[in-house]
């Protein structure tokens, strides 16, 4: 049954504890301009300003274990009146009062908040985590806004007039709860929920009896800094993954960070003869999380695996190749587990795998290549085949009275040039730079205005045109508007002028089309017979 309660009861109640199902400390943000945290804090000012009898601040649903307060919905508020309280100086009233489980650092961080100077707490660091992140900048926000309120009055009145809901459940409806609670608003994603499994379990020993109060206290500290180590792993992959290249180089998108490296490892480690193969929690604890042997093994395995996509990315030649793949496969997830499962070693190359997904052969079309499938291969070679007919064509960017094709041409000029910048990069060994799959532009390197200033009717010439591959390049999008109308000449000056900002200018291919002293019909001519023929040796068609 629920209690309507103050926030000095509610303080008093015992020690808060944030359980490692929780997400960190994060406050959304309702529109541009005023984020949840904003609105809690001008709402409690105003409810002060005007000595209302009774503020309500909802509800929060807890565990209660001795004298501990497990929150399972309300630890936001909880957080920030803990740190509303520490902006108050009243230190001894928080003191030992709020514990991150699983968050080590977070809980350091708290108690440090307590026993140490403000200022010092709240000097930037660019390591700090993002429990950490936020509660600084939760903590400046609350000082700003409290520069003219009475410290005492303020702390007085929210402890005796500002109210909430204590709903108290039992233990074993904490993550149900927890799910339906949030509903819409927060719901607990799987991989959080396979992050909490793994990290108590990994770090228990299990049936091993304590001989006494000593051996008691030891084994619950080692649990204690297991889990901490272990979170910490899981916190640098949660890192890494959400690094915004990172992000935009594995199509991330609006999945979980560690989407690809939990799947990923899913995929590999299921048991053939498991029929089940569809991804979610249950299905992962029941095949890997049964008990604190099997957390632990895999929990070294996900180590091993999130060092393999790490050492693919840094690598130039498996980053270059992998990103192709990653960009045009009709299957990302079947790909990387190809690729990241070391009980298969009977592979293609990524380079081989990548140079067909560009043309749009599927997973299984390309991967039949083992087997020495002669349809495979025809299918493969014929992809390729329509693929560098599309734009060998006359008129590739658009038809001759500007209007648009229907077909998949200016996208495939697009592919193979990005091909063809990329083979350059990799001569120089250079990592090959993706944000461009998202915000790229075929570049006329002859004007189209100036188009009547052509000839193409010369038998040596009809087969290219001002829209043809010949008198394309890849430019990054942003650069496109900087070459505008401007004749051969001009734009060939914008892109050496090295005191512009160009982004363009790392595109290799790109660079070596621009080297041209002149741009009339036989160099575009010339262009495309040199593009089709390189494209052809590189498929192996003659």
Request: glycine letters at 2%.
């Amino acid at each position: 049954m629920s209690d309507k309660i103050n926030i000095s009861i509610y303080f008093n109640k015992g020690t808060f504890v944030i359980p490692d199902y929780q997400r960190g400390y994060k406050w959304s943000v309702k529109d541009k301009e005023m984020s949840s945290l904003d609105f809690f804090m001008d709402s409690l000012i105003e409810a002060y300003n005007t000595n209302v009898n009774e503020y309500f601040i909802e509800a929060v649903t807890v565990v209660e274990e001795a004298n501990t307060i497990i929150l399972v919905d309300g630890q936001q508020r909880t957080t920030s009146l803990f740190l509303l309280f520490a902006v108050l100086e009243k230190f001894d009233f928080i003191k030992n009062k709020l514990i991150y489980d699983v968050r080590v650092d977070s809980h350091i961080w708290l108690s440090n908040l307590i026993n140490n100077n403000l200022d010092v707490c709240l000097d930037e660091n660019l390591n700090d985590d993002q429990d950490i992140h936020y509660f600084k900048k939760a903590i400046k926000e609350i000082i700003l806004k409290l520069e003219k309120i009475n410290k005492d009055d303020f702390f007085n009145f929210i402890n005796e007039k500002v109210f909430l809901l204590f709903n108290p459940i039992p233990k074993e409806k904490a993550i149900t709860t927890f799910i339906s609670l949030n509903g819409l608003k927060a719901i607990m994603k799987d991989e959080e929920l396979i992050k909490s499994d793994l990290l108590i379990k990994s770090s228990r020993q299990e049936n091993i009896p304590y001989t006494n109060e000593i051996h008691k206290v030891s084994s619950e500290w080692r649990i204690n800094e297991d889990r901490g180590r272990l979170a910490r792993n899981w916190d640098k992959w949660l890192y890494w993954w959400n690094t915004e290249k990172v992000k935009k180089y594995f199509n991330v998108g609006d999945n979980h960070p560690l989407y690809y490296l939990l799947v990923t490892y899913w995929k590999i480690n299921l048991d053939d003869s498991n029929n089940v193969k569809d991804f979610s929690f249950d299905k992962f604890k029941n095949q890997f999380i049964n008990n604190a042997k099997e957390a632990k093994f895999h929990f070294e395995g996900l180590r091993k695996l999130q060092k393999t996509f790490e050492d693919l990315y840094n690598d130039t030649y498996s980053h270059n190749f992998l990103g192709i793949i990653l960009k045009t496969s009709n299957s990302r997830e079947a790909a990387l587990h190809y690729f990241l499962n070391s009980k298969s070693d009977k592979k293609i190359s990524l380079e081989e795998y990548a140079k067909w997904s560009l043309v749009g052969t599927t997973h299984l079309e390309i991967i039949n290549n083992e087997r020495d499938n002669d349809n495979s291969i025809l299918i493969r070679l014929k992809k390729a085949t329509d693929s560098i007919s599309l734009i060998s064509e006359k008129y590739v960017y658009s038809k001759m009275d500007g209007e648009d094709f229907n077909d998949r041409r200016k996208e495939f000029a697009f592919r193979f040039l990005l091909l063809l910048n990329l083979l350059e990069d990799n001569k120089l060994k250079r990592k090959f730079d993706y944000s461009i799959w998202d915000n790229r532009s075929l570049e006329h390197i002859y004007p189209k205005s100036k188009a009547n200033n052509l000839n193409f009717d010369n038998d040596a010439y009809k087969e290219a045109s001002i829209h043809s591959i010949g008198n394309l390049v890849l430019l990054y999008g942003r650069d496109n508007s900087s070459f505008g109308a401007k004749d051969y000449q001009d734009k060939k000056n914008t892109y050496f002028n090295t005191s512009e900002d160009f982004k363009s200018r790392n595109l290799l291919h790109t660079i070596s089309v621009f080297a041209n002293s002149k741009w009339q019909e036989i160099e575009i001519v010339q262009n495309r017979e040199k593009t089709i023929t390189q494209l052809n040796h590189y498929y192996g068609i003659n």
